[in-house]
C-alpha cells in the first residue's frame, strides 16, 4: 500500500516522519511517496531538504499523510490551487492521517465538516472562522472518523500510525512497528482513540 506524505515547506519535521519511520517498518506491506504541489526541493521547519514528486490527485490511492507545522498556516491563507488538490487527495485515499493542525488544511477546504477530528492548538479567530461545524474531541491521541484519523500534536502522530496500521494489517504488525522503533506503545483503544 501506498503511503504519500504530503510536503509543504516549513512543515513540522517530526510529523511527517514519526508516521513514515513506523511504516518504514514494514516494507513487505508499506511503500512510501513524498509528494508536494510543486515536485521540488521542500524545506521543513528545521531545514531538513527533500526531493518531491508532484502532487497528482488522481494517482492518490492508500495512505495520506498530512503533516502540520509553520508552513500549514501559510497554505491556509494564500493557496487555494494547494489545497484544492490536497482535498481531491484526501478524497481519493483510503485513509488520511492529519497530524496536528494538518487537520487544519482539510477544514479549510470544506471536507471536514460534520466530521471528528482531534483538537489541535490555532488561534482564536482561527477557529471561529474554520472549524464551524467540525466537531473537536480534547483528551484522547487519536480520533478514527472512518477513514480521516487525526490528532493533536507530533507525538501522538505516532499513535495515529500505529491505529491505523492496525486497522490496516492488524494490531500485532502495529506492535511490531512500535518495538522496531523503541516506541512504548499504549493500545488502550478505551482511553486513547475516540471512533
Excluded at 521547519?45 to 495512505?63: A, Q, R
Amino acid at each position: 500500500m501506498n503511503v504519500n506524505v504530503i510536503l509543504f515547506d516549513d512543515f513540522e519535521t517530526l510529523d511527517a516522519f514519526g508516521p513514515v519511520e513506523l511504516f518504514g517498518k514494514l516494507p513487505q506491506h508499506f511503500h512510501i511517496r513524498y509528494l508536494s504541489v510543486s515536485g521540488d526541493l521542500i524545506n521543513s521547519v528545521h531545514g531538513l531538504k527533500i526531493w518531491t514528486d508532484f502532487l497528482v490527485p488522481d494517482e492518490i490511492d492508500g495512505i495520506l499523510l498530512i503533516p502540520g507545522g509553520k508552513g500549514a498556516r501559510r497554505l491556509l491563507w494564500k493557496d487555494e490551487r494547494s489545497l484544492n488538490l490536497i482535498r481531491k487527495a484526501a478524497e481519493n485515499a483510503d485513509y488520511c492521517l492529519m497530524i496536528g493542525n494538518g487537520s487544519a488544511l482539510l477544514a479549510q477546504t470544506g471536507m471536514l465538516y460534520h466530521r471528528t477530528i482531534a483538537d489541535f492548538p490555532m488561534d482564536a479567530n482561527w477557529n471561529r472562522m474554520f472549524t464551524a461545524g467540525i466537531d473537536r474531541i480534547t483528551g484522547v491521541k487519536t480520533v478514527i472518523d472512518g477513514k480521516l484519523y487525526s490528532c493533536n500534536n507530533t507525538m501522538n502522530g505516532f499513535d495515529t500510525a500505529l491505529w491505523a496500521i492496525s486497522d490496516i494489517l492488524d494490531i500485532t504488525e502495529a506492535e511490531k512497528a512500535a518495538q522496531a522503533v523503541g516506541y512504548e506503545w499504549s493500545e488502550d483503544a478505551d482511553t486513547d482513540v475516540y471512533s
